[in-house]
């Protein structure tokens, strides 16, 4: 098991630029080196990402035989970096005003951003950047990004979206998509408010409040779908002295807001039975492709060397056979991995 950790160069002296913060005052910053920890004996590597970046440069001249040049990563290691969160929330935060380059527009302020608001906990808060497995705009295959919605200053509709790749082959390439400012597209705090105003989720969440439990609404997902957009908001249940627990997942998509157990129930209610035939159907409402996650037990173990056991017997299909693959197919393909995903996890 590796940790790894991103390390950044920073300073508040750069000419000509906007300051900002990231825990402290900054108006520039690379993440140019990636930190990997071996969890076993201790080991660290100090991998060199950003080799234009010249404070980092003068590190290495002080420090020659501490950093090691990215291109020797082992492939295993590097297939698992990912855009931190840090650095795409100073350049979110940058672009909520530096998207404008009109001078006169620019200088009026006529189109700031905002980050948009979500209940998180139940409680409203501003949304923060999150990572998902999707297929951006030009490509031809998924892939993990980190993705934030805007809105305008002072309004709740939705204007654009913000995506960074992670992909080794298009990491650090950043996408920005943006709806005409007269097109109506829901944005995460309306969304919320049409979750609030639905009267069957809203006498259900009312039911469980009132059996000395505690309903927790998850983190608001936004996921470009195509040439629209995806709202998914998973709910928990926690009782008094007990720990919270996946009970519903709420999906709102064009103008439906659904409630069903998981995820592809609510997506076989939002798009319809007759887009999935009868096997595909089957499959997501029984056993098999959609698996609830059963408790695992609490039972204090000896810590021992890790052994090779069997593997649940469930069989995700590669990428690259999903290319051009129906709604149905993709619905099944996500929920089988997400099953199998917990079988691993509770396997060991």
Same mark, same amino acid.
């Given at each position: 098991?590796?940790?790894?950790?991103? @390390?950044?160069?920073?300073?508040?002296? /750069?000419?000509?630029?906007?300051?900002?913060?990231?825990? &402290?005052?900054?108006?520039?910053?690379?993440?140019?080196?990636?930190?990997?920890?071996?969890?076993?004996?201790?080991?660290?590597? /100090?991998?060199?990402?950003?080799?234009?970046?010249?404070?980092? =440069? =003068?590190?290495?001249?002080?420090?020659?035989? $501490?950093?090691?040049?990215?291109?020797?990563?082992?492939?295993?290691? &590097? @297939?698992?970096?990912?855009?931190?969160?840090?650095?795409?929330? #100073?350049?979110?935060?940058? +672009?909520? #005003? %530096?998207?404008?380059?009109?001078?006169?527009?620019? %200088?009026?302020?006529?189109?700031?951003?905002?980050?948009?608001?979500?209940?998180?906990?139940?409680?409203? &808060?501003?949304?923060?950047?999150?990572?998902?497995?999707?297929?951006?705009?030009?490509?031809?295959?998924?892939?993990?990004?980190?993705? *934030?919605?805007?809105?305008?200053?002072?309004?709740?509709?939705?204007?654009?979206?913000?995506?960074?790749?992670?992909?080794?082959?298009?990491?650090?390439?950043?996408?920005?998509?943006?709806?005409?400012?007269?097109?109506?597209?829901?944005?995460?705090?309306?969304?919320?408010?049409?979750?609030?105003?639905?009267?069957?989720?809203?006498?259900?969440?009312?039911?469980?409040?009132?059996?000395?439990?505690?309903?927790? &609404?998850?983190? $608001?997902?936004?996921?470009?779908?195509?040439?629209? *957009?995806?709202?998914?908001?998973?709910? %928990?249940?926690?009782?008094?002295?007990?720990?919270?627990?996946?009970?519903?997942?709420?999906?709102?998509?064009?103008?439906?807001?659904?409630?069903?157990?998981? $995820?592809?129930?609510?997506?076989?209610?939002?798009?319809?039975?007759?887009? +999935?035939?009868?096997?595909?159907?089957?499959?997501?409402?029984?056993?098999?492709? +959609?698996?609830?996650?059963?408790?695992?037990?609490?039972?204090? #173990?000896?810590?021992?060397?890790?052994?090779?056991?069997?593997?649940?017997? #469930?069989?995700?299909?590669?990428?690259?056979?999903?290319?051009?693959?129906?709604?149905?197919? $993709?619905?099944?393909? =996500?929920?089988?991995?997400? @099953?199998?995903?917990?079988?691993?996890?509770?396997?060991?």
């Amino acid at each position: 098991m590796y940790w790894f950790i991103d @390390a950044y160069t920073t300073s508040l002296r /750069f000419p000509y630029s906007q300051p900002s913060t990231l825990n &402290r005052p900054l108006n520039y910053i690379r993440n140019s080196v990636k930190v990997i920890v071996n969890a076993y004996d201790g080991e660290v590597d /100090f991998y060199l990402v950003d080799e234009s970046d010249p404070i980092v =440069a =003068a590190y290495r001249k002080v420090f020659p035989r $501490l950093f090691t040049d990215f291109a020797e990563m082992p492939d295993g290691l &590097r @297939a698992h970096i990912r855009f931190p969160q840090d650095l795409f929330t #100073v350049q979110a935060r940058i +672009l909520t #005003v %530096y998207h404008m380059t009109e001078p006169n527009e620019f %200088y009026n302020r006529e189109d700031v951003w905002q980050w948009p608001q979500e209940y998180f906990d139940n409680q409203p &808060r501003e949304m923060e950047p999150y990572y998902v497995l999707m297929q951006l705009p030009g490509s031809n295959q998924l892939d993990f990004n980190q993705i *934030l919605p805007f809105t305008p200053a002072n309004r709740k509709n939705m204007i654009a979206w913000f995506a960074a790749k992670s992909n080794p082959d298009e990491y650090g390439e950043k996408l920005l998509v943006t709806f005409g400012k007269d097109s109506l597209v829901y944005g995460p705090e309306q969304i919320e408010a049409r979750i609030d105003q639905d009267p069957t989720i809203s006498a259900q969440l009312s039911l469980w409040n009132q059996q000395g439990s505690q309903v927790i &609404r998850g983190n $608001l997902l936004v996921i470009p779908l195509g040439n629209s *957009l995806l709202y998914v908001e998973p709910l %928990y249940l926690q009782a008094a002295a007990g720990i919270p627990e996946l009970k519903r997942v709420i999906v709102a998509a064009n103008d439906r807001v659904v409630m069903a157990p998981n $995820l592809g129930l609510a997506l076989v209610e939002v798009f319809g039975e007759g887009l +999935l035939d009868d096997e595909v159907l089957a499959g997501l409402v029984g056993e098999g492709a +959609l698996l609830e996650p059963s408790p695992v037990a609490e039972t204090p #173990v000896e810590p021992q060397e890790p052994a090779a056991e069997p593997r649940p017997d #469930v069989t995700v299909p590669p990428l690259a056979e999903l290319e051009g693959a129906s709604l149905a197919q $993709l619905i099944v393909a =996500a929920n089988t991995a997400y @099953a199998t995903a917990l079988q691993a996890q509770q396997a060991g």
